[in-house]
């Protein structure tokens, strides 16, 4: 008997321990790597940062949000997160990367119907508030008082927040009940209109966007963008590289979010998506192009990906009109090279 319980306190030891290690392990290795590829303090050029933080000031009003070149994150939260090797996608917050001139955040909420919460997950990893090992979960009101900070001192600007509920399968209408309590905390804040605004009924709001589809009679909604993931792993020859949506109710949308490419498959998806969105599908679609993968193998890291894709990005001379751009990793160099679009002649 004591053989066995002194083997059964070492199973247990070595099913807590062990977790806690590759965890601690898979961060420190995760924040290394990025340490040493990433701009040590991409928000250190004050003039840039002046300009991106105030972009859309120079942009018409009458300009509807789907005509516009914007910038945008993928995976939005993920700054600090469980298992970062494989689940972080950002290493700025949401206020800097609004600050650095991205307007579209891709928001994953898990909502606890008991407690009435929503925290930011990438899959069943947590955000965290910041980067400690203990860190608390970052609830939605974390997020969204950066949002609404950043707004209150650039009222020209617009945040793009699009919804999908992650690692929780409430009904559409349960979900929606319990984001609805987050905004009416101040209503005034958002945009929930179902149609796609032009920029200036968006000033100074947050614009709701979400990935499910919604009752037309619900009072906190925003437009529906409707995709399915598109999981594959190497192209379908003669095939586009996008994919089109069209639901009754919701706005057109021309996707590519191929999620599981290699660097070059996803670079040539990417590419060629960039030219018809540009300039071959209508203006009041909306027209979205990931540069973000994960790679096809069932271990991704997505700042792996990231560091290969990104520099093509700078490189090229890709006519990003019309198109909400998603990158990972994103610094403000970036941003502008995507928003110059909205001024180009």
Not at 62 to 68: A, F, G, K, P
Not at 136 to 161: A, I, W
Not at 258 to 271: P, T
Request: hydrophobic share 40%.
């Amino acid at each position: 008997m004591k053989i066995f319980k002194s083997i059964l306190k070492r199973v247990l030891a070595f099913i807590i321990i062990v977790p806690l290690v590759l965890w601690a392990l898979s961060s420190l290795f995760s924040y290394a790597q990025i340490s040493l590829g990433y701009p040590t303090d991409p928000l250190s050029n004050t003039a840039m940062i002046d300009q991106t933080s105030n972009w859309m000031k120079d942009v018409s009003d009458d300009v509807r949000l789907s005509e516009m070149a914007l910038p945008g994150t993928h995976d939005s939260a993920t700054q600090y997160v469980h298992l970062p090797y494989l689940a972080q996608c950002q290493a700025l917050s949401l206020e800097d990367q609004l600050k650095s001139g991205y307007r579209y955040l891709d928001i994953r909420l898990k909502a606890e119907p008991d407690t009435k919460t929503m925290t930011f997950h990438h899959g069943p990893a947590a955000c965290q508030k910041d980067r400690g090992l203990f860190a608390p979960t970052m609830d939605l009101n974390d997020g969204l008082e950066q949002c609404y900070r950043f707004l209150e001192e650039h009222p020209t600007e617009t945040v793009v927040f699009v919804v999908k509920q992650e690692d929780s399968k409430l009904a559409p209408s349960d979900f929606q009940d319990i984001l609805a309590q987050y905004i009416n905390q101040k209503p005034e804040a958002w945009y929930i209109d179902t149609k796609i605004p032009t920029l200036g009924e968006a000033r100074g709001k947050i614009v709701l966007m979400q990935r499910h589809k919604l009752d037309k009679l619900y009072k906190v909604a925003g437009p529906a963008l409707l995709w399915q993931d598109q999981r594959q792993t190497k192209p379908e020859e003669g095939k586009l590289p996008y994919e089109v949506t069209r639901e009754i109710g919701a706005p057109s949308v021309a996707i590519q979010d191929a999620f599981q490419y290699s660097v070059e498959d996803k670079w040539d998806a990417f590419e060629q998506s960039a030219q018809a969105m540009s300039t071959q599908l209508a203006d009041d679609m909306v027209k979205l192009n990931f540069l973000s993968t994960k790679g096809p193998t069932p271990v991704g890291h997505p700042f792996g990906y990231a560091k290969s894709l990104n520099p093509k990005l700078f490189d090229s001379s890709i006519n990003f009109a019309h198109t909400w751009t998603i990158v990972d990793f994103a610094t403000p160099d970036m941003a502008v090279k995507i928003l110059k679009a909205n001024f180009d002649k």
